[in-house]
Each structure stands twice: as structure tokens, then as C-alpha cells.
Nanobody, 123 residues
Framework: QVQLVESGGGLVQAGGSLRLSCAAS????????MGWFRQAPGKERQFVAA????????NYADSVKGRFTISRDNAKNTVYLQMASLKPEDTAVYYC????????????????WGQGTQVTVSS
């Protein structure tokens, strides 16, 4: 069983930055790919970014490329999402997820979810 706990959300003005963290309760670095997803009110959850834990290969949604960076710290079992140049349309609850492989996570196949953290970008 893997437990994921997100933190770092908050209120920020457009153009600002935030860093989200996702701490895993178990050793995920040799077993899972990790991803970030977001869900805005009235919309479906959508993929944001993913990272393969062992090779650090990454993948991003087109809407965040060049603005968001996903990274991981194996020693801390933690994945980060650095968000820059934030826009009001980035407002959503952001979820961390763990899946069997990078491309599975990119496709939304996630075995474990965190509880989510709210990000609100004001204009």
C-alpha cells in the first residue's frame, strides 16, 4: 500500500510561482512512476506531468510545457511540481498519483492517489 500526501498549494497572483510536494509513505523509487493531475470545478481530472522514478524521464501536458517542472528526490521519497508563470486557468485541485510505468500514468492509469491540494491563481 502506498500513501501519498500533497502539500504546497495556495493562492497566488497570475505570473507567480508555487512548488507542490508529494511525499510517499513507502519506497516507490524502484516500483512506480509518479504523476501530477489537476481537476477544476465542473471538469474532468486531467494529466499535468509525470516522471519515471528510476530514469527521471518526464512527460508534460502541452498546456504546462515550459512553465511547470516535475522532479523527484529519491532519498526523501518525494516528487515535486514547480509551477511558474501561473495563469488563472491553472486554478484546480492538484493530485499526485503513482502508477506502474511512465506511459501508464500519462494515460491516466494510476493505482494510488493523494488527497489533493488546492491551487488558486488570481487575475
Amino acid at each position: 500500500q502506498v500513501q501519498l500526501v500533497e502539500s504546497g498549494g495556495g493562492l497566488v497572483q497570475a505570473g507567480g510561482s508555487l512548488r507542490l510536494s508529494c511525499a510517499a509513505s513507502a519506497r516507490t523509487n524502484s516500483r512506480y512512476a509518479m504523476g501530477w493531475f489537476r481537476q477544476a470545478p465542473g471538469k474532468e481530472r486531467q494529466f499535468v506531468a509525470a516522471i519515471d522514478w528510476s530514469t527521471s524521464t518526464t512527460n508534460y501536458a502541452d498546456s504546462v510545457k515550459g512553465r511547470f517542472t516535475i522532479s523527484r528526490d529519491n532519498a526523501k521519497n518525494t516528487v515535486y511540481l514547480q509551477m511558474a508563470s501561473l495563469k488563472p486557468e491553472d486554478t484546480a485541485v492538484y493530485y499526485c498519483g503513482a502508477g506502474a510505468a511512465l506511459w501508464a500514468v500519462v494515460g491516466g492509469s494510476v493505482g494510488y492517489w493523494g488527497q489533493g491540494t488546492q491551487v488558486t491563481v488570481s487575475s
